[in-house]
Each structure stands twice: as C-alpha cells, then as structure tokens.
C-alpha cells in the first residue's frame, strides 16, 4: 500500500505562481513512476507531468515551460512547480504513483488539490 498526501493547492492570480506537493508513505520502494494529473469541471482527467520509471521527465503540451516536477527522494516527496499561471490551469490537482505488485502495475491517488486562477 502506497498513501499520497497533497497539499499547496489554492487562488492565485493570473500570473501568478503555486508550489503543490506530495508526500509518499507506505510501500515507497514499489514506486517506479510518478506524475501530475488535473481535472477542470466537466472535464476529462488529464495528466500534466511525469516522472517516469526510467527518470525521463514528460509534459503536456499546454503546461510545458510553465510548470516543473520534481521529487526529493530523501522526503519521500514529489512536486509542481506551477508559473505563469492561467484561468484555463484551474483544476483539481492529483498526484499519481505507479508501484509495482505481485499483480501488475498499481496506480495509487492523492486526495486531491484545488486550484483556482482568477482575478
């Protein structure tokens, strides 16, 4: 078992900047990839950034140069690094780690964090 706790979400300006993070506890050796996902009202869920098993980093189109993942594997902590923030950003924010098992790949879920761009 894998628990993910978030926490950074909230309102900002246009402009503006958040730092979401993630603490992983649990079975943290199972883990062998990482990511971002959001989901806006009426909208599907859609990953933002990755971490992937072998260390590439990815992202969606519409946050690259923007936001930065990152993790530091001595807190058990992964990040979102979000700049330049835009009313389209506005979502809820979930980290997501993928960990190993005896019956395939797992994928675990953060709670969930608001948030919201507006002037």
């Known amino acids: 078992q894998v628990q993910l706790v978030e926490s950074g979400g909230g309102l900002v300006q246009p402009g503006g900047s958040l730092r979401l993070s993630c603490a992983a506890s649990g079975n943290i050796f199972s883990i062998n990839a990482v990511g971002w996902y959001r989901q806006a009202p009426g909208k599907l869920r859609e990953r933002v950034a990755a971490i992937t098993s072998d260390g590439s980093i990815n992202y969606a189109h519409s946050v690259k140069g923007r936001f930065t993942i990152s993790r530091d594997n001595a807190k058990n902590t992964l990040y979102l690094q979000m700049n330049s923030l835009k009313p389209e950003d506005t979502a809820v924010y979930y980290c997501?780690?993928?960990?190993?098992?005896?019956?395939?790949?797992?994928?675990?879920w953060g709670q969930g964090a608001q948030v919201t761009v507006s002037s």
């Open positions: 997501n780690a993928v960990a190993d098992t005896n019956w395939g790949p797992l994928d675990y």
